[in-house]
């Protein structure tokens, strides 16, 4: 499928058109193309930022968070007014200031289970903006059973590794990363994360990406790409089907009964309580209710961000939480609860 270019726009794609293996056509099916990006941190930030400005025309962008000033470093994507928005809704305005002919949708929630297929059905590509591998592996199984490619990146420190995944016969996720253990993986957090490494990963995401979109084949499937900026080394090696792999290989099984859902610890001091389910909260009405109680910092369309006494709380339309300011894990669930009882007439049951 894809949709005639208007004047503006053969102009703006131009240099791109001229491209060998890219032309108008290309380009067209850029326009019709539509793009999940999963995790609008450092990462996918850059990628979709990329990728709008290439004409990719329509986005859903997905994410659990707000934009925090440590974010800031990593992306040209967020201005410090982002600060405490939802990232999906900062994403969206930023894209759309960047290339008004795109289209996005939002979606201020945490991938889990229950929602991953919803998420992600009826896109072309999904673009990995994420930080850990337990909702990488979600959306790897639900990318093979959609027959949907998949374009996997991590970054941290000042290194990445990369690979896309198109389920045919090729290896998935799973097949080489399938024990890992985000617990026992260095975080941003830890070790930092240089923007040069965020910048060239995003920049090879968005290459593959495209390549996908118009009918070319994607450089790194069937291979893992590992890059060290200390050294600039770029380790490409092969990848092969793992045939024990719990996805794709021969002994393939259903996924585990979904986990009991945890409230998990992201910084010193903060947590993140998931949704109840697949619901969607009214912000608007819920700042008027909260407000009433509490001191309220920043109110977007799609997150929420108030004061109790010393704790910092940013409640997201997809009924996720992220609480700062205690110790203990128990106190931010109790918090949380209060908060979802008292707004309980502004939560819609989705699906
Ligand atoms: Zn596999």
Redesign the pocket.
């Known amino acids: 499928m894809s949709d005639k270019l208007t004047d503006y726009e053969l102009e703006r794609y131009s240099r791109q058109t001229a491209l060998a293996h890219f032309s108008v056509e290309s380009q067209e099916i850029l326009k019709a193309a539509k793009v999940a990006i999963v995790g609008i941190g450092g990462l996918g930030a850059n990628s979709s930022m990329l990728l709008a400005a290439m004409g990719v025309g329509n986005f859903r962008l997905i994410d659990r968070d707000v934009v925090e000033i440590s974010n800031l470093h990593r992306t040209p994507l967020y201005y410090p007014d982002d600060y405490e928005k939802s990232k999906a809704e900062a994403a969206s305005y930023r894209l759309m200031q960047l290339n008004p002919t795109i289209e996005t949708e939002i979606h201020a929630t945490e991938l889990d289970g229950s929602n991953v297929k919803a998420l992600l059905k009826g896109v072309d590509v999904v673009v990995d903006g994420l930080d850990r591998f337990a909702p990488r592996m979600l959306i790897n199984r639900a990318c093979k059973e959609l027959g949907i490619p998949f374009v996997f990146a991590g970054v941290v420190g000042m290194a990445a590794n990369l690979s896309t995944f198109t389920y045919g016969e090729g290896?998935?996720l799973?097949?080489i990363f399938g024990g890992v253990d985000d617990a026992e993986l260095p975080t941003c957090e830890t070790i930092g994360v240089h923007t040069s490494a965020v910048a060239i990963t995003a920049a090879i995401q968005a290459n593959e990406v495209t390549r996908l979109l118009t009918g070319l084949p994607p450089v790194l499937e069937n291979s893992l790409l590992y890059i060290d900026l200390e050294t600039l080394a770029f380790d490409r090696i092969s990848i092969l089907?793992?045939e024990d792999?719990e996805?794709?290989?021969a002994a393939s099984r259903p996924p585990p009964a979904e986990q009991q859902r945890v409230v998990e610890l992201c910084g010193r001091d903060s947590y993140i309580i998931p949704s109840p389910g697949n619901v969607q909260i009214n912000i608007e009405e819920a700042k008027k209710t909260l407000e009433q109680k509490f001191t309220i910092s920043t109110a977007g369309d799609f997150a929420l961000t108030f004061q109790w006494e010393d704790i910092k709380i940013s409640l997201m339309a997809g009924g996720n939480a992220l609480i700062k300011g205690t110790k203990e894990p128990e106190e931010a669930k109790n918090l949380y609860d209060e908060i979802i009882k008292l707004i309980s007439p502004h939560i819609m049951k989705q699906g």
């Open positions: 290896p998935c799973s097949c089907q793992r792999c996805v794709c290989g």
